[in-house]
């Protein structure tokens, strides 16, 4: 049995990786739109409701739109905007943090992908609130790095373009007014009582992503070293397929020299660093914003969903 798949908004980025990810696989028939009715919401609602599986790669008005469109109580919708993330009818698409959201992504009809910030920061946030370690209103602060791959296809062309603004060259500061569209589910998955302060940096290079949080141990909810912080990510990512936690290397010491943002480029793959010193932990999640960040979670969402091993295409 071949399931049929439509992926409403194949020509952005996200939709275009989540395409390529399926090539060479049998379980699946690739449902389409023509071109000239890709808007049409007759015709989309028609293949929307054919469908096994419809995932919806739109700007958030639109998702809403084509979602509402789904009247076939089998078709199972993964939603990759930012529109249904924070809610609670919707699974989110993080695997990882627990048991309680596999069974979720497992056995509901609406998954909503994470972003590619959030699912760097609630990587991090999410296990160290359910230990205890980190109080719900801690003023938490995230510093991020990413590949220029995803602020889409415009941006993409902009980076790329023959004499471009020479300030595309330095890393660039966004988000100032502290309003970016992902702090709403990392506060909410994540368990925080109030929105962190984040700081976003575009770099000139294609895809990749880091996501930084420091702790100030003497504000935590106990006390705690930097090597009892890494064994709370490693006790929480045991066993896990895509989320991986390098050995602790001691207090001082670097996981490595540098940790550049790019090495998993084109992988599900994520990476949690625990460095620091006993009075400043600093944790890192590395990733790719295409992949774990973006179009690898939703594939991985939709293997779960389909109850095959969660890697298929993946590796």
Same mark, same amino acid.
């Given at each position: 049995?071949?399931?049929?798949?439509?992926?409403?908004?194949?020509?952005?980025?996200?939709?275009? %990786?989540?395409?390529?990810?399926?090539?060479?696989?049998?379980?699946?028939?690739?449902?389409?739109?023509?071109?000239?009715?890709?808007?049409?919401?007759?015709? %989309?609602?028609?293949?929307?409701?054919?469908?096994?599986?419809?995932?919806?790669?739109?700007?958030?008005?639109?998702?809403?739109?084509?979602?509402?469109?789904?009247?076939?109580?089998?078709?199972?919708?993964?939603?990759?905007?930012?529109?249904?993330?924070?809610?609670?009818?919707?699974?989110?698409?993080?695997?990882?943090?627990?048991?309680?959201?596999?069974?979720?992504?497992? %056995?509901?009809?609406?998954?909503?992908?994470?972003?590619?910030?959030?699912?760097?920061?609630?990587?991090?946030?999410?296990?160290?609130?359910?230990?205890?370690?980190?109080?719900?209103?801690?003023?938490?602060?995230?510093?991020?790095?990413?590949?220029?791959?995803?602020?889409?296809?415009?941006?993409?062309?902009?980076?790329?373009?023959?004499?471009?603004?020479?300030?595309?060259?330095?890393?660039?500061?966004?988000?100032?007014?502290?309003?970016? %569209?992902?702090?709403?589910?990392?506060?909410?998955?994540?368990?925080?009582?109030?929105?962190?302060?984040?700081?976003?940096?575009?770099?000139?290079?294609?895809?990749?992503?880091?996501?930084?949080?420091?702790?100030?141990?003497?504000?935590?909810?106990?006390?705690?070293?930097?090597?009892?912080?890494?064994?709370?990510?490693?006790?929480?990512?045991?066993?896990?397929?895509?989320?991986?936690?390098?050995?602790?290397?001691?207090?001082?010491?670097?996981?490595?020299?540098?940790?550049?943002?790019?090495?998993?480029?084109?992988?599900?793959?994520?990476?949690?660093?625990?460095?620091?010193?006993?009075?400043?932990?600093?944790?890192?999640?590395?990733?790719?914003?295409?992949?774990?960040?973006?179009?690898?979670?939703?594939?991985?969402?939709?293997?779960?969903?389909?109850?095959?091993?969660?890697?298929?295409?993946?590796?």
């Amino acid at each position: 049995m071949a399931y049929k798949i439509f992926i409403d908004g194949k020509e952005g980025t996200t939709g275009l %990786k989540i395409y390529e990810r399926f090539s060479g696989r049998s379980d699946i028939e690739l449902l389409t739109i023509d071109e000239d009715k890709r808007k049409d919401p007759v015709e %989309k609602a028609k293949i929307i409701n054919e469908s096994d599986f419809t995932f919806l790669c739109l700007p958030d008005a639109a998702a809403i739109e084509s979602a509402a469109l789904c009247k076939n109580p089998e078709t199972t919708i993964i939603d990759a905007s930012t529109a249904h993330r924070v809610n609670p009818d919707w699974a989110y698409g993080f695997p990882e943090l627990g048991k309680n959201f596999r069974e979720k992504i497992q %056995k509901s009809r609406r998954i909503a992908v994470p972003g590619c910030y959030a699912s760097g920061s609630i990587a991090i946030l999410y296990p160290l609130v359910q230990s205890g370690i980190l109080p719900a209103d801690y003023p938490v602060l995230i510093h991020a790095v990413s590949g220029y791959s995803g602020a889409g296809k415009k941006a993409i062309a902009q980076y790329e373009a023959e004499g471009r603004d020479p300030s595309l060259k330095s890393p660039r500061l966004y988000a100032l007014t502290q309003q970016h %569209k992902h702090l709403p589910e990392i506060k909410i998955i994540s368990g925080l009582a109030y929105e962190p302060i984040f700081t976003p940096y575009v770099c000139d290079y294609f895809q990749g992503m880091t996501v930084t949080v420091g702790l100030h141990t003497r504000l935590l909810a106990k006390k705690v070293s930097a090597k009892d912080v890494w064994e709370t990510f490693a006790r929480h990512y045991e066993g896990c397929n895509f989320v991986k936690v390098p050995a602790f290397m001691g207090e001082g010491c670097l996981p490595e020299p540098f940790i550049p943002a790019n090495t998993l480029a084109n992988t599900n793959e994520m990476q949690i660093f625990v460095y620091g010193n006993d009075d400043r932990i600093v944790i890192t999640s590395r990733f790719d914003n295409l992949g774990k960040g973006a179009s690898g979670a939703a594939v991985q969402c939709l293997n779960i969903s389909m109850g095959i091993d969660e890697r298929t295409s993946l590796i």
